[in-house]
C-alpha cells in the first residue's frame, strides 16, 4: 500500500485533479487516473483509478477498476480490481469489489459484496 500512497500524493504522477475550489455535479467518465480534491455529485464512470482526496465530498455511484478514499464519500462502489479506505475517510454506501483495504480509524457504514471476479460455470 505504500506505493499507492506515493501515488496519490504525488499529483504529477496523476492523469487529472479537480482542485479544492471546484464544484461538479453531473456525470464523470475518464480512463486513467483522475483525483477529486474539491467536490462532486453525480456519477463516477471509470477503466482507471479514482482517488478521493483527503478534503473531497463526493456524493456519487462510482464504477472504476480501483477506488482509494482518503476523504468523504456517499454512494454504491463497484470496483473491478480494489478498493482502499485510508485512515480519516468516511465512506457511506455499499462496496462491491474482489478485494478491499480498510485502514485503522477509517469509518465504514455499508455493507460489502467481495467476489472472486470470476464468472462461475
Known sequence: MADIKEFI????KIGTVIGEDIEFKGKLTF?????IKGSFEGRIETDGHLIIGREAV?????????????????????????IELFGRSRTMGDLITP???IEKNSVFNGTCIMSDGKKSG
Open 9 to 12: 500524493e504525488d499529483e504529477n
Open 58 to 82: 463526493v456524493n456519487a455511484d462510482v464504477t472504476a477498476n480501483v477506488v482509494t478514499v482518503d476523504g468523504t464519500i456517499n454512494g454504491k462502489i463497484k470496483a473491478r480490481e480494489l
Open 99 to 101: 478485494d478491499l483495504s
Open 31 to 35: 480512463k486513467e487516473s483522475l483525483k
